[in-house]
């Protein structure tokens, strides 16, 4: 089982989500361009596939929580596989929903951080009611988006505060920053 022990390894060093998928991206740039729902999805499936207890016989009794009937402990058994399959697993729930990996990536990679070609404000966005998601035209022709559940994340992580967030073209390498003021407070005397 030698795929299974270089999993066990790849996710135990992994240091951030998108690597214990099996995914890399050096910015948020980079995760925005190339990592879709589709291949978090995909890397998550493959890696459930081969960590799956139900899946491994070589699961021990010993620290085998949830699967009754664990198979007796095996020579290659390894203690960590029940623990990297929990780590796959929240890795996936964290990351294949778009709310909770906006706040994932807003921590992992702070948007003041970033260089941005422009800055816009919420109000600059147009609304689609049909796709829940602010829209913005790209000079390019291309469209910035920006989904609700994400602005009330992060409007929940700023308590209300408000935020900016950096939004990248779909189609061309431009990024903008968008200035989202607080819930209820009149940020034109700020
Ligand atoms: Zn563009």
């Known amino acids: 089982m030698a795929e299974l022990r270089q999993l066990l390894d790849q996710i135990a060093r992994a240091s951030t989500l998108y ?11 980079e995760a925005q361009k190339y990592i879709t729902a589709g291949a978090i999805r ?18 021990s009794g010993a620290d085998a929580s ?7 402990a095996d020579p290659a058994a390894d203690p960590r596989l029940a623990a990297s399959y929990l780590r796959l697993r929240e890795a996936y ?15 992992l990679w702070p948007p003041s951080s970033l260089l941005v070609d ?34 009330d994340s992060l409007y929940a992580e700023s308590q209300g505060a408000g935020f900016s967030n950096v939004l990248f073209c779909q189609q061309c390498s431009l990024k903008i920053r968008i200035q989202c003021s607080g819930i209820g407070t009149d940020s034109e005397e700020a």
Do not use: W
């Not at 690597?19 to 740039?29: D, N, P």
């Not at 949830?66 to 007796?72: L, M, N, V």
């Not at 729930?93 to 778009?98: I, K």
């Open 19 to 29: 690597e214990v998928l099996g995914l890399e991206a050096a910015s948020f740039e």
């Open 118 to 151: 422009d800055e816009f404000s919420l109000e600059d966005m147009l609304f689609d009611e049909d796709d829940n998601m602010y829209t913005l035209p790209c000079r390019c022709s291309g469209v910035y988006r920006l989904h609700v559940d994400e602005i």
């Open 93 to 107: 729930d964290t990351l294949s929903t778009a709310a909770s990996r906006a706040q994932y990536d807003h921590n």
């Open 42 to 59: 995909g890397a998550y499936l493959r890696r459930a596939l081969i960590l799956h207890p139900d899946k491994q016989s070589l699961v």
């Open 66 to 72: 949830g699967s009754a009937g664990a198979h007796a």
